[in-house]
Structure formats: C-alpha cells, structure tokens
C-alpha cells in the first residue's frame, strides 16, 4: 500500500539519523499488526489521519492513541520514542519548566526532521467531567502547540486533538497515575500522497 | 431499531378531582412515612399458558417501580393470604381484611388476558383503609411490551397521590463501557429492561442526551476520528453528522422547542458555545472565552444557558441570558463546579461539585442562593440528570466500585441504585415522558 510505504518514510529517516538514542537497547517489540491493510474501520481520506501510523514494525514513534485504544494496544509513549510527552498540574494547561525543556527536545527533533507533520494531543486525569476535560485537553495540546511555534517549528505541521480522560495511559486511582495522565504528547502523522 | 409503541388504553372509571387527599398517608414530603401498599399477583383471566411470566412480571414491574419512587413500602409477596387466581379484581370479589391485616392502605390488584402476541391488562388501585377503588384502567399491547403497562400504571397511581403523574416510562441513555475498552451510547429504561445500543463502533461515544420529544439522542463521537456531534434518531436509525467548518464539537443540547442545539466549539484549543442548527450548521457564536466553555444547558423556558466556564481560574457555573449576551456566575462556593443541568421546573440546576478530593451531586436555586448537597463525599458522584418531573435526580457513582447509576430523590433521599451493565455506566441523561 503506497500510502504507508510513505508513511514509514520520516521513521526511517529517523532512525537513520539515530535520534532517540536514549532507548533500551532491545529492539523495539512489534505491537502492531504486521500490515496496515487489517486496518477496515477506518475509512479512507480522514482530516486528521494518524491512523495509518499503528503498524510500523520498526517504529520509534508511538500510534495514535484511539488507534492504540482501537487496536487494544498500550497508549503509552515508548521510551525509545525521540518525541516525549509533556506533563502538567491538575486542572491546568500552563507549560512548567520541565514541559519546556521536554518541548525544547521535541522541537529540535521537528527541525531535524522537517517533513514530519505530528498531531499533539491532549490528555487529562480522571478527576473531573468528561466535557471539561476534553477542553482542558484542547487547551493543553495548543500550550504545546504555541510552545512549539514560538521556536521556530511551522504551524501547518503541528495540528491538535484532545481526548480529555477518555484514553488514560495509567489506570489506577491515584495521583502516580493521574500525573503521567496529564499529558500533552505528540504522534507523527503519516505523509500522504499528493493525489 | 427499536419498535413504535403500540400502547392502547382505554378508561374503566375515572375519579376527575382525587389526588390522594382521602387516602390515610400523604406521601409526598421529607422524611414522611413511606405509604405500605401491596402489590398482587396479576389473575390470569383468559385461556393461554406462559401466564405466570406475565402474571408475576407485571406485579414485580409495579413494585419495583413504587419501591424506587421512594414514597411506598412495597409489602412482602410471601405473606399475601389471597391466591390472585382463586380471588376477583373487582370491588366486592376479595376480602379487603385480608390485605388490612397485612398492613396495607392500599391494593393493586388485577388481570390480564393473552391473544396472541397482545395482552389485555386490567388493573386497579384499591384504598384498603375506606374500601374504595381509586382507579380501574383496562391496557392493550404487545405481550413483550407488557412492562410499559406497568411503569403506565404506576406512573397513574403517583398522580393519584400527588396531582403530577410518575415517570417510570421514561428511558435513560448513558455511556457504558460495558466491561470493554470502548465507550458506547446505551439506552434502557429505569429497570435496565428493553437495553438498546444506540452506537457500536468501538471508539468514543459521550455525552448522550433526548430531543424534547424523545425520539432522538445527539451525543458525540470520535468514530469518525475529529470529535463531532450525531443526531440519531431511534424508531428510524437514521443519522445525522453533524460538521463543522472548523473546530470540534464537545457537546450538544437540543433547545427545548427543539428547533436549536447549544454546543461547545472547540477551536484553537479554545471552547466556546454556539448555537447549531438541527443539521449541525452556526446560527451564531454565543460566547466569546478565550478559555473553557462548556456543557451547556437549556432553562425550560429555552431563554438561558446554564454553562462551565474556567474564566475565574477554576471551573464554575454560570446563566448566559441568550438574547442579551450578558452572563453571571452561578457557583460561588467550591474550586470545580461542573455538568450542570437545568431543572424541568426551571427552579434549581443540578451539579457535580468537588469536595475535598471527591465529586458530589448538588443543587443550586437558579438565583444562585441555597446549594445543597446531595450525595456523600465517601466516593465519586457525578453527571447528574433530571426527571421529566424534577423529582428526581439520576447520576453516576463509584461507591459500589465500577461506576454505576443511581436515583434519588430531588432532596438526596431514598439513593438507589439502578441496574448496571456489568461495565462502567457514566453520564445519565434522563429522556421526556414517554409512551
């Protein structure tokens, strides 16, 4: 399918460039079905298409996560990921000091890699109303998103969705899990073809 | 899909002005003593099997209806003296002693007949303390539909005793992940009978709520992968997306006249309300937040909005007067006050406040004055939603564990718990009166 054959086209640069070598020196373990084409529920054209991303054996870069959720895979971010994940304080959507640090990193990646386009999203814990986490969530994806454009990475590459508390990556009811939930993080979004 | 209902009833007696007034017990009222009322088996009266299925199932659907309303102790099946099908169910064909030595002031009593897949039900209501019948009606539907008979029944026995009829045939939808990783759009009624899975897609399904007129549930979903709003409709299972030029949409309210959805937008990580059209188009933008706007909900009289907004620092309620523009704030008392809804009497709003490092169900006067709180802070209760009437409340609790959903009393009396699906059951929305 010529469609994820480029997809897999900015993980293979990346990995060429051996960025995210901060990774366990396992080999990635392959979560993903081994062909995209197990895909049927998503129906072709999306606007936001992170799906096609979900079935890179070699990827260092983490699905989506409603396809993660879909495929009932881990909706954490690996460690080998060069992208990771921002955190932040309950009920908020500024950047704390570590965020940017975190944001720095990722941004250096993006210009590194400057055909990726990635989709940031937003996520929170638990606590709280589903409808407000989803604008909380909002809200946390475009602080990172700004972040972001403030150094220097273009708008049109960065695109945002929040999923409030809907796809927790720690699920018990306590503050360990709910920080790791308060999360912004950032899913490269497969190239598609001109067509 | 689901069926039309085929309900057809007709009146045996009717008494115009009674409204409980001659029976010993009022039952409306805090704290008031609940009114003992036994409820018999039903007497077969045709010729066809299988009765003891309708015979039982239509009293057990009765009292559990009256036992959840939270004004009557239903007396123990067991130590009925009558056999149903060696007594009549008219007045002068059963001894009324043999119910008063029980303990009951009042008697449902009654018949049923099967004709294929239609049944006949006749039921009455006695007042066992002044020998009367109080109400006689004669039902017809479909043999599978026979609880809604029941729920018909009580809901004329609660107008009975307090002038407004019950609600037992009204429905809740609710997002359930029923014991799977997907959320998905549920309905049921209050008993969890007649369950009907409005989405099966296997992604995120939110925020369910009726149409005024209760053919229709518009909830959001990230099925199509942008999280948008559908309109789907029940008796016909057609859909309608609705898409935004830009941004996504959190959630909808039909407006009462049903004409209108309100609905938070986000765009450029900021929420705000608008008003949407029936097809999902912008009639205009109601707010103007550079922060978090949400949940919006119709006052009865469809001219103000009760919403969420962060523009304080924390989440607090506010009324957006619609044609004015002009917003005030709600909610004083609390650093996370959420997921109001306006009550069908238009008096007080329903909300999830914090407390401490728990939720709980309040309520607020409309003015702003006299929040009560409504449920303990020993675990999570949230989601709150209204009765058709706006005597009770239905919501979504952890304090059994999974998350399930519960009634109470629009005071926060007679809590119970209502049938949970196995998997966790979140936002409740309560549907109009229905057939």
Known sequence: MAQSKLAYWGLVFLIGLGVGGC???????????????????????QPSGAGQSGGTKESATAPGSL????????????????????????????????????????????????SARIEIEGHCDERGTSEYNLALGAKRAQSAKDYLATLGIAGDRLSTISYGEEIPVCKQANEDCWRQNRRARFVVIPTRPAS | MMQTILLMLSFLVFYPGFAGAQFK????????????????PLKNLGTAGDAAKLSEGLADTMAYDLDLSGWFKVLDRSAYIEHPQNTGITLGTFDFKNWSTLGAEGLVKGGFSVQGDEVT????????????????????????????????????????FTGVPGIFNSRLTYVSTSGGRFKEIHVSHLDGTEKFQVTNNRTINLSPSWTPDGRAVLYSSFKDRVQTLFLFELYSGKETKFSPRAGRLISGKVSPDGKSVAATLESGGNSNLYLLDLGGNVIRKLTEETGIAVSPSWSPDGRQLVYVSDRAGSPQLYILDIAGGKSRRLTYSGGYNTSPEWSPKGDRIVYTGRVGSRFAVFTISADGGDPRKL?????????PTWSPDGRFIAFSSNRAGKYQLYITQATGENQRRLTGSGGDDTKPSWSPRLD
């Open chain 1, 67 to 114: 396809d993660a959720l879909q495929k009932g895979q881990s909706t954490a971010t690996p460690a080998s990921s060069p992208l990771k994940d921002v955190f932040f304080d309950y009920d908020r959507y500024d950047l704390r000091g570590d965020a940017r640090e975190v944001l720095r990193a990722n941004a250096d990646w993006l210009k590194k890699n400057p």
């Open chain 1, 23 to 45: 990774a366990p020196s396992t080999t990635p373990k392959p979560e993903g079905p081994t062909s995209s084409t197990s895909e049927s529920k998503s129906p072709a054209g």
């Open chain 2, 121 to 160: 039900v006749e039921l009455r209501l006695f007042d066992v303390y002044q020998n009367k019948e109080r109400i006689g009606k004669r039902y017809t539907g479909k043999v599978k539909d026979y609880r809604r008979i029941a729920h018909k029944f009580v809901d004329e026995i609660i107008n009975q």
């Open chain 2, 25 to 40: 017990g009022e039952i409306v009222g805090q704290g008031g003593q609940k009114f003992p009322i036994a409820v018999s």
């Open chain 2, 375 to 383: 449920t303990s802070e020993s675990s999570d209760s949230e989601d």
